[in-house]
Structure formats: C-alpha cells, structure tokens
C-alpha cells in the first residue's frame, strides 16, 4: 500500500493518502478544501487515480474538500451513515469493510468527539479522526459531543488494538506525525494510564476552550460535504477554504 501523510498547516489537519499498488486507485481521508489542488498533484505524481474520500466526522474547524474533489475528480464520498448525509455515496459502519483493490479499510464507530466520529484501521494503522490525539484527545463540548461516551471509544475499542497499531491522528498542534496505541495508553495524560473516568470528564470540563469561531459555518457546509454555505460574513470569507485559531475542531 502506498502511504503518505499530507498537512494543512492553517488549520494543523493531516490528510491521508493511500493508494493500492496494483489497481493504482486511491483514496483521501480527512482531505481540506484549501488543499485540494495540492492533493491531486500527489497523487498524480504517483501515479494513482483518485476514487473516494472519507472522513471520520462533520468538520467544525474547516470545510471538507469531498465535494470539490469529486468535482474534479470523478472520486465517490463516503461518510460515516450515521450523519445521513445526503450528498454521500457510501455510508461507513462499523463491522461493514470498505475494500479499494488490496486496501481494506476497516470503519470503527468512536463517538464522544462528535455523536458520529469514525476511526478507520488499515494494515497496522488506525487513522483516529480527533477521538484520540497525540498525547490528548478531541473536546467534546458540541456536535453532541460527550466525555463519557468518548472515554469509552478510546479505552474499550482504540486501546484493544495491539500496541504496536501506529496512531495517525487527523490533527496535531505541535508538529508530531505519529504515535502508538501502546504510547497512548501508557502516557496519554488525559486517557492512559488507569486514569478513572471521573478524573477524564473533569479535565475535559475544565478545558474553557474558546467557541471555535468557524463551527457555525462548517458543520453545515460539511453536512454537505464541503460547500460554504451561504451568509458567510465577510470578514470569514475566506475562512471557507482555510481557517485558524480552532483546536481541535
């Protein structure tokens, strides 16, 4: 499988490429409007035809490139069925794999970031989406978010992976690429070690985090998998193809 880690640096979000040796067909997860164009190139330049997007959840911090790519590109989206978005084409679930040539994707239901957060595992990685980032995690204060619920996707289902499982996760604000389950759930400061899960609710209450200031605009446009919608101000114009200052969106 061809592999490679592409960064929109505004909004700190890893796109995922992978593509399949033999068929030479890819797919994106996670891939931004803002670099779309980039996107294509690599792919391009290895030689690979894309022929879907995923992502793991209804964006806050920046609009999905899912449409415009398959504008572009002829590619299909697939989103989790839970959001029951009607601009998909494939709705992921789990226990339902996702299979592109030799690829097979294997769709994990995490809520708690949002109520329809999916992780994706795919030969010895686990693409986390925001439920589970390097040494933290993603809030859960909107899209239905709930700290209990997201407790329990971490430690019951992305922590009985095996140790060696490498965590890519959709964001980092610190310029870290790559982890492991067996990292995580050792120094994890919010959800490894045997950190109860009273102590957890009560750090993600304690967060104050700002309101992000996009989320009213991108989570309907990302329910349409990626239009600005309409009443933008003008000053966040341009914040439909890039955005700053929203962690953990």
Known sequence: MIFRQLLEPVSSTYTYLLGCEETRQAML????????????????????????????????????????????AGSRIAHPAFDNLA???????????????SIRVEPLFTPGHTDGHHAYRVDGRVLTGDALLIDGCGRTDFQNGDAPTLYRSVRDKLFALPEDTLVYP??????????????????????????????????????KLAYPKFIDYAVPGNRECGKCPYGVPE???????QIGESVQG
């Open 87 to 101: 601009c998909a084409d494939v709705g992921l679930e789990e226990g339902k794999p996702f299979e592109l040539g």
């Open 29 to 72: 997860i996670d891939a931004v409007l803002a670099t779309w164009q980039r996107d294509l190139e690599e792919l391009n330049k290895l030689g690979l035809k894309l022929a879907c997007t995923f992502d793991s959840h209804i964006h806050a911090d920046h609009i999905s490139a899912a449409r415009k790519l398959k504008m572009e």
């Open 170 to 207: 959709a964001h980092d604000y610190q310029g870290r690429r790559v982890s492991s389950v067996g990292q995580e759930k050792t120094r994890n400061p919010r959800l490894g070690g045997d950190k109860p899960l009273a102590e957890f609710v009560k750090i993600m209450q304690e967060l």
């Open 235 to 241: 000053n966040l114009q341009e914040y439909c193809a």
